[in-house]
């Protein structure tokens, strides 16, 4: 391919991607199936591969895909909450091992949960008691919904400790609650909502925090961003903010290799229907914090974890959530 015709699709890829993350993360009401998105996401990917010098920072590669909504009070992340890359196959991912047994110079252990399908989370604590809640946003700055996180009942707002610390998350709406609310809409002649993940997105991300406390919203927390000294590894991590008081979801396991990690996605694979809240796939993460550390971050993801992706689940009607107040 010329330079010329690849600098032409690449334009027109990067518009219609930001376009449909426009209507997915800011309205929250995505107009094409995540499948769609992804394949028109690699095929910039692979472009731009081919013509790293028509990479520019403004791309959707480059960047966390969030915006935010200017109607919220804005917080600034110290640390920024970054996106995920992700793997569509097994054979992906074992590239993805050999990667992180190249940099580290041996292999490591993972730890491995489901991808929950919600919305990220982040939760400050000063002195214990909860002060701000926020969501990713643009990875640097997200919107303030600390009046919204008071309605989630299984967030903490006072810890055990006086602990000024940070810890993030993902906030989903349960299959039951899911089903239940979009069954009134319905009766009441509201647009329902396309999927759980929009539904948590459209509950939380409400300026009038009644509404949050009328939808029936949960949370795991995965990530300590500052733990004490003596936790070494993620999963210790999630078991010690467990003994917190957090939500955090029992499911995953330290694996230490990956015929483990296969056999978890296998598993869960066939679990995945009968979970009481959605998942589109499982995350590896390198188990080690130290680890993490050395590996670091790229613009857009870190180096230590992925996704690996279900294949799409069938195709379902998107329908357009228009009204967000009721
Ligand atoms: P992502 O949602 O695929 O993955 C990153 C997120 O996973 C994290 O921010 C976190 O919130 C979440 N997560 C869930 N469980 C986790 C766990 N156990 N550990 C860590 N994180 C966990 O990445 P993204 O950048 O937010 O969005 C990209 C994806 O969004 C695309 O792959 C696409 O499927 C979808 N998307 C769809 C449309 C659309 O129009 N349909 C538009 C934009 C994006």
Not at 80 to 91: A, H, I, Q, T, Y
Not at 95 to 122: M, T, W
Not at 177 to 190: I, P
Not at 258 to 279: A, F
């Amino acid at each position: 391919m010329e330079r010329k015709e690849a600098q032409t699709e690449i334009n027109a890829l990067r518009l219609q991607l930001d376009k449909w993350a426009q209507a997915y993360y800011t309205q929250d009401a995505p107009e094409v199936e995540d499948n769609v998105y992804d394949q028109k996401y690699r095929r910039l990917v692979e472009l731009e591969g081919e013509f790293p010098e028509l990479v520019t920072p403004d791309s959707i590669t480059q960047r966390v895909g969030g915006q935010i909504d200017s109607d919220f009070t804005k917080v600034a992340h110290a640390i920024p909450m970054l996106s995920m890359g992700d793997v569509f196959s097994k054979e992906e991912l074992a590239e993805f091992d050999q990667r992180i047994q190249k940099l580290v110079g041996h292999p490591v252990a993972y730890n491995v949960e489901l991808k929950i399908d919600g919305l990220s989370l982040s939760l400050e604590y000063e002195e214990g008691k909860l002060v701000r809640a926020s969501t990713r946003g643009n990875g640097t700055v997200g919107e303030d919904v600390t009046a919204n996180a008071k309605y989630i009942s299984d967030i903490p707002q006072i810890l055990p400790q006086p602990l000024t610390t940070e810890v993030r998350g993902e906030c989903y709406m349960g299959k039951e609650a899911f089903a239940k609310l979009n069954a009134e809409r319905d009766e009441s002649g509201l647009a329902t909502f396309a999927n759980p993940r929009n539904a948590a997105a459209g509950s939380l991300r409400q300026l009038d925090a009644k509404v949050t406390k009328k939808r029936q919203l949960s949370t795991f927390i995965y990530t300590w961003v500052n733990p004490p000294e003596n936790i070494a590894s993620q999963h210790q991590a999630i078991s010690e903010m467990g003994k917190l008081g957090f939500h955090i979801n029992e499911t995953g396991q330290r694996l230490e290799n990956l015929d483990q990690v296969y056999d978890y996605i296998d598993e869960y694979t066939k679990k995945r229907d009968s979970l009481p809240y959605g998942i589109d796939g499982i995350v590896l993460k390198v188990d080690d914090l130290s680890l993490q550390q050395e590996l670091g971050n790229t613009v857009k993801v870190p180096r230590w974890e992925i996704a690996y992706k279900f294949p799409p689940e069938e195709q379902e009607t998107i329908v357009r959530e228009i009204e967000w107040t009721v």
